[in-house]
């Protein structure tokens, strides 16, 4: 099992360019994650999903959109990237979302660094 | 709101020592998860340990301790016997809610664990 992977591992873009961020798990979760580590910070949430098709804003989620099309797949995308988007972007996913729970760990993969210039 | 605090940015300890990571956290929920995280100078997020809102006792995996005081809302990781390889930082979480909530975690801002040989 390659647990959740993430691709690219690193991009450079300019200003007003867009991409896209792939994560992908192969552990049949249904709950997943993406969110951002700026320096000398905790990670923070930028949107999730609890199943196909479904996603949801969490605590910074301007300037980026989430599709899920596939349970294994959770994209995430910046229209028009900007310099405050430079950070590192870590995917999660768990088996399910009931807080106090067995279950609800969250795995993360390996991370994008993303610089904006 | 959720809110975790980890009030030591630093720590120097000797290796085989014994380690304790303090957090302490705030919800009004009463159903939530507390999980530790490790993250290498590699940058990757690995879990370790995790405990529940109605675990009856606290949380063990191999050599880490999860030690969980509902009533001073505190969950401090302890580490025995210390290795160089626990040199990282470790960030301690939260997620709270009920009715099956899936809102992602809450991160402290992290303590940086320096173990000396």
């Known amino acids: 099992n390659a647990g959740v992977t993430q691709t690219p591992k690193f991009r450079v873009l300019k200003t007003g360019q867009s991409m896209t961020l792939l994560c992908a798990q192969d552990?049949?979760?249904?709950?997943m994650y993406w969110y951002r580590q700026d320096p000398g910070m905790g990670l923070r949430l930028i949107h999730y999903s609890v199943g196909e098709g479904t996603t949801a804003k969490g605590e910074v989620p301007d300037g980026y959109n989430v599709s899920r099309l596939k349970k294994q797949n959770f994209l995430l995308g910046l229209e028009s990237a900007a310099p405050s988007q430079t950070s590192v972007y870590f995917c999660?996913?768990?088996?399910?979302?009931?807080?106090?729970?067995?279950?609800?760990?969250?795995?993360f993969g390996p991370g994008t660094r993303l610089l904006v210039l | 709101a959720q809110k975790i605090t980890q009030t030591q940015p630093g720590m120097f300890v000797q290796e085989k020592e014994a380690v304790t990571l303090d957090c302490t956290y705030d919800?009004?929920?009463?159903?939530?998860?507390l999980f530790w995280y490790k993250q290498p100078s590699s940058g990757e997020m690995i879990f370790l340990i995790y405990q529940g809102s109605y675990d009856q006792q606290n949380a063990t995996e191999g050599r880490y301790s999860l030690n969980f005081q509902k009533a001073r809302k505190s969950a401090n990781l302890v580490i025995s016997a210390s290795q160089l390889g626990d040199s990282a930082m470790y960030f301690c979480a939260m997620r709270a809610g009920s009715g099956g909530g899936a809102d992602g975690l809450t991160f402290g801002k992290g303590t940086h664990l320096i173990i000396q040989p």
């Open positions: 999660a996913s768990s088996y399910r979302g009931l807080a106090g729970a067995r279950g609800e760990t969250q795995y």
């Open positions: 919800t009004s929920d009463p159903s939530y998860g």
């Open positions: 552990m049949n979760h249904e709950y």
